[in-house]
């Protein structure tokens, strides 16, 4: 090899080339051993490095699946317990009817033990509709049929006495009342703030048992002969519940009076049933072909409704409101969080509002299904179903401990409840089993993955020390020779002096 022709020191350029190179290899091991992995960029091995990644996504996959079996164990555990308390009440009452049925009570103790029966009754719906994942009710049966409501105006029943001059004898304006006011009114209250109110009305949602609370609150109210009480829903405040006063309310001389002729006109107290408003409602309208309702959906009245101006879809039950912004017109299907589906034809538009839809979801007396996907594909999914656990369901309805004959009859019906309750206990626990036996094989087989995975993507560290190793010396030793080259370049500068 030439060594130096005129100014070109050919040595030192080919060391220098050398040295690079080797340079190169001690910063790709190095990276390599820093990282784990031996596929620091795609020309390393294109095949493997596509084979990794989809490996790595795999992993992912099944690793989330895995937890969705822990989720799904621990729904049927949740179940489970509940169950289980269901079944101690259910023991405690069939002590009850034992205790009923017993010639030397009268009717006076056995009202007494009747009136035990009736709070443990009620407890076992309590916890049937109460025990929920994720908002959903997991003992309730689940929700059966979807009903929409005919055109109708907001109707009002139940009108109570109302105190002289508080309000109006028709107190609930259904002119000016919008939105979701569907339900009995429950409570009422007014506080005095300076020479002005503040006003709360709640009202429950009672369809189909439930117990769906909605609260409407106005402050600094002035009343005001022949006005208006306007109320905000503290839950949607497209809820507004508008009363009227009287023409002269000189009833109204402070909280105490305020809140009393608001109870009457609402028929709120003791042994009075409350006032009852059905919301306005049309017929499916502007777009809205039809509705639909998961299992797991809570039961009870709904109102559904869409601004033109927000392009917002409400729904609401009183007690909770969905939301969901629409940026399409025509066909589409509108999903809420709590498993209502709402199917849109192609004439709904975009900027046209539709008038307020009312439907009724109603329980069911079957099972709350849920699915669990538990591998890599949508459709390997287990479902649990958890029977329904309410009084209605395990035929308890209106039993009572008053005589003899009854507490005979409620033994009876408690003993195939309690067999209801265990075979569902047995049901769920198979179910959690399919779970549990899920996860384990996602825990084997995500380890089997990960295996795989290394196999194309793991460093080798050993051979890369090497490498580095060697790769070091040889760049240490370019570095020497390099000097040593343009050492030689000086020599030709002393030979031209």
């Known amino acids: 090899m030439p060594g130096i022709t005129g100014l070109t020191n050919t040595a030192a350029n080919s060391i220098s080339n050398t040295f690079a190179k080797q340079s190169g290899k001690a910063a790709e091991s190095t990276a390599v051993i820093a990282g784990g992995s031996r596929l620091t960029k795609a020309s390393v091995d294109a095949s493997s490095l596509a084979l990794s990644e989809k490996l790595r996504s795999n992993i992912e996959v099944l690793t989330q699946a895995n937890r969705n079996a822990a989720q799904g164990a621990s729904v049927v555990q949740l179940a489970v317990g509940a169950q289980q308390n269901i079944l101690n009440l259910l023991t405690s009452m069939k002590s009850l009817t034992t205790k009923a049925n017993d010639g030397s009570q009268n009717a006076a103790s056995r ?12 407890q ?32 009002v029943t139940g009108i109570g006495t109302i105190p002289a001059n508080t309000f109006a004898a028709a107190p609930v304006d259904t002119t000016n009342s919008t939105g979701f006011i569907s339900g009995t009114f429950t409570a009422a209250t007014v506080v005095a703030e300076g020479n002005l109110y503040q006003v709360s009305v709640t009202m429950n949602n009672n369809a189909n048992g ?37 023409a002269a309310i000189t009833g109204i001389t402070n909280a105490a009076t305020f809140q009393s002729g608001l109870q009457g006109a609402l028929n709120i107290g003791a042994g009075l049933q409350g006032t009852t408003v059905t919301s306005l409602a049309t017929a499916l309208n502007g777009g809205v072909s039809s509705v639909a309702a998961a299992s797991t959906t809570p039961a009870g009245a709904y109102g559904l409704s869409y601004n033109a101006v927000s392009q917002v879809m409400t729904l609401s039950n009183g007690a909770q409101s969905n939301e969901v912004t629409l940026t399409t017109a025509g066909a589409q299907t509108v999903s809420f969080a709590n ?4 199917a849109l034809d192609s004439g709904f538009a975009l900027g046209v509002a539709v008038t307020q839809v009312l439907f009724n979801v109603a329980a069911s007396s079957s099972a709350v299904a849920m699915n669990f996907q538990v591998a890599e594909k949508a459709t390997d999914t287990i479902t649990i179903n958890i029977a329904g656990s309410t009084s209605a369901v395990l035929g308890l309805t209106g039993q009572n401990v008053l005589n003899q004959a009854n ?9 195939s409840a309690a067999q209801t309750i265990n075979s569902s206990i047995a049901s769920l626990g198979s179910q959690q089993k399919q ?25 080798d560290i050993p051979e890369e020390m090497a490498k580095l ?11 020497a020779m390099l000097s040593q080259a343009m050492e030689l370049q000086k020599g030709l500068v002393q030979l031209a002096r």
């Open 210 to 246: 439930t117990n769906a609370s909605q609260t409407f609150k106005g402050t600094a109210v002035a009343p005001a002969n022949d006005g208006k009480l306007v109320l905000q829903s503290t839950t949607d405040p497209n809820n507004v519940l508008v009363l009227t006063y009287a």
């Open 469 to 479: 190793t060697q790769a070091t010396v040889f760049t240490q030793l370019s570095q």
């Open 124 to 155: 076992v719906d309590n916890i049937a509709n109460q025990v929920r994942w994720n908002g959903s009710s997991l003992l309730s049966g689940g929700a059966g049929s979807v009903s929409v409501a005919a055109a109708a105006g907001i109707s």
């Open 407 to 415: 507490a005979v009859t409620a033994g009876a019906l408690l003993d």
């Open 111 to 122: 009202a007494l033990i009747d009136a035990e029966f009736q709070k443990l009754l009620a």
């Open 435 to 459: 779970l549990e036996i899920a996860s384990d094989n996602l825990k084997t087989t995500i380890e089997n993955n990960v295996a795989a995975r290394g196999v194309y993507n793991d460093a």
């Open 339 to 342: 498993g209502v589906s709402v």
